[in-house]
């Protein structure tokens, strides 16, 4: 089978960190679009792709099999929605939105035009977590009682100049690493029946937060931060455990039960996201089964009660 061709949205840190690993397998970069020429012409001659001056013109030359955005998430609805109405396949980097008014103009435009539409969230292309959840749900541990979740880097050493730090670009913790543990307790628990909130802003962007899910009988409880390093999940239940070290990207998890210790493996990796998501679109599928949109709605719709316990409002938002 031929190579699945991909057309890059950005030319920035995570387009170059996802394209130096789908490049080793199946995938080449066919075309390139960023705002910045200079960085889109050296990206594309990296990766023997065209680089085009606009995006309607690579929509236009439809060199590629399916539109990969690597952007601020401020610039996310806008070229989704064009490459939809185009009818391009377009894997998103996640959040695909800074709220979830902007997912469901995508969702929307993705079914009117019948055309797949995915948040790239590697953590669910794994098999890791569909493990987790399925030995949870057979009753491995017993009745969940508590889980614990930690996501924080120094994010706030950063370049001051860094998108992560701007509000200008939805920057700060929530969005950016919180939308991992968020939805990693959505898709194993559903919905939550509350959502408590506190955080601490600071120069128009959210540098922590402590996220509270609340389900019957147990809570999430998530710590988020840009002001520290630590990264952890941990499911505790009325017979035993599992805990998950880097969980975003974890290769393992270690299941304690019944006096017993096992170790639950799957790989999680940039090349095996874009496999599935490239095996999905050459099957026709317009929606992901591995990221549902439902569950990218639901996160974000979480985040935006976030943003509201906080007060947390962008600029571009007032």
Known sequence: MEKFRWAYVGSGSIAGNTAGSITKGDHVISAVYSRNPTSAA????????????SFEELLAARDFDGVYIATPHTAHLDYTLQALQ??????CEKPVGVSAAEAEKMIRASKENQTYFCEAMWTWFSDLPYTIRDRIAAGTI???RRVQMAYAFP???ANKRSRLLAPETA??????????????CYRLFGEPRSIRCKGVLRGGIDAAEIVTLGYD?????LDVSLMKLRERCKIVGA?????????????????KAAGKREILRGKTDYLTEFTRVAQEIRSGRTESAY?????????LRIMDECRRQMGLVYPFEK
């Open 217 to 221: 009988g147990f809570d999430c409880r």
């Open 42 to 53: 050296a990206f594309a001659a990296k990766y023997g792709a065209a680089a085009y001056p």
């Open 86 to 91: 185009a009818g391009c396949p377009v894997l």
């Open 291 to 299: 990221v549902p949109q439902q569950a990218t709605l639901d996160c």
């Open 239 to 255: 017979k035993g455990r599992i805990d998950v070290p880097v969980f975003h990207m974890a290769g393992m998890a270690t299941l």
């Open 171 to 184: 920057g700060g913790a929530l969005l950016d690493i919180g939308v991992y543990p968020i939805t990693y």
């Open 142 to 144: 017993g009745d969940v």
């Open 155 to 157: 994010g706030l050493l």
